[in-house]
């Protein structure tokens, strides 16, 4: 592999655990295995300016669904 640059991967989210799970199988991990492939996962949590580390905000207007707060982005 020499000569060639590895893709670099920065995923953000507010699930890490389970994001993991899926570049751990299959043509994923053979290319992280062959260093074709790096992924770097930053967890959103660690960037909530609140103690509990919340990102969730309330939906503008009321009403059902989840909303992502803007400061952690």
Same mark, same amino acid.
């Given at each position: *592999?020499?000569?060639?640059?590895? /893709? $670099?991967?920065?995923? +953000?989210?507010?699930?890490?655990?389970?994001?993991? &799970?899926?570049?751990?199988?299959?043509? *994923?991990?053979?290319?992280?295995? /062959? $260093?074709?492939?790096? +992924?770097?996962?930053?967890?959103?949590?660690?960037? &909530?300016?609140?103690?509990?580390?919340?990102?969730?905000?309330?939906?503008?207007?009321?009403?059902?669904?989840?909303?992502?707060?803007?400061?952690?982005?």
């Amino acid at each position: *592999m020499s000569g060639k640059k590895i /893709k $670099k991967f920065h995923i +953000i989210t507010a699930l890490p655990g389970v994001i993991d &799970s899926y570049f751990r199988g299959g043509m *994923m991990k053979k290319a992280l295995d /062959k $260093k074709m492939i790096s +992924i770097k996962e930053h967890n959103l949590h660690d960037y &909530s300016s609140n103690k509990y580390g919340s990102v969730d905000d309330t939906p503008y207007g009321g009403g059902a669904g989840m909303v992502l707060q803007v400061e952690p982005i």
